[in-house]
């Protein structure tokens, strides 16, 4: 657990009211709030026919794919950086 102070932030996801609680600042909250309606609502018109358990599924399996893309390019620059700081030459 973490000793810093929670922000409380009052949040709509695909027409639903959430309060997120969380060490984030509200601006962060809200913009990450943003981010998954956005995605469900982009999920949705493309597929119209899902209940909003599935389409809250499909969206997160999404999110964690681009995230998981993002980390391993992450991981491969941050080793990169670390070899050329290093003198190696991989690449």
Avoid: C, W
Avoid at 6 to 26: A, F, H, L, N
Avoid at 57 to 64: E, F, K, P, S, Y
């Amino acid at each position: 657990m973490t000793d810093e102070p929670k922000t409380r932030v009052s949040v709509r996801i695909y027409g639903q009211d959430y309060t997120i609680v969380g060490t984030e600042s509200p601006a962060h909250i809200r913009l990450v709030a943003a981010f998954v309606d956005d995605k469900m609502h982009e999920f949705s018109e493309r597929n119209p026919v899902l209940d909003v358990p599935k389409l809250a599924v499909l969206t997160a399996v999404n999110i964690a794919n681009e995230y998981l893309k993002l980390k391993e390019e992450y991981d491969r620059l941050a080793a990169k950086l670390r070899r050329e700081k290093g003198g190696e030459d991989d690449d």
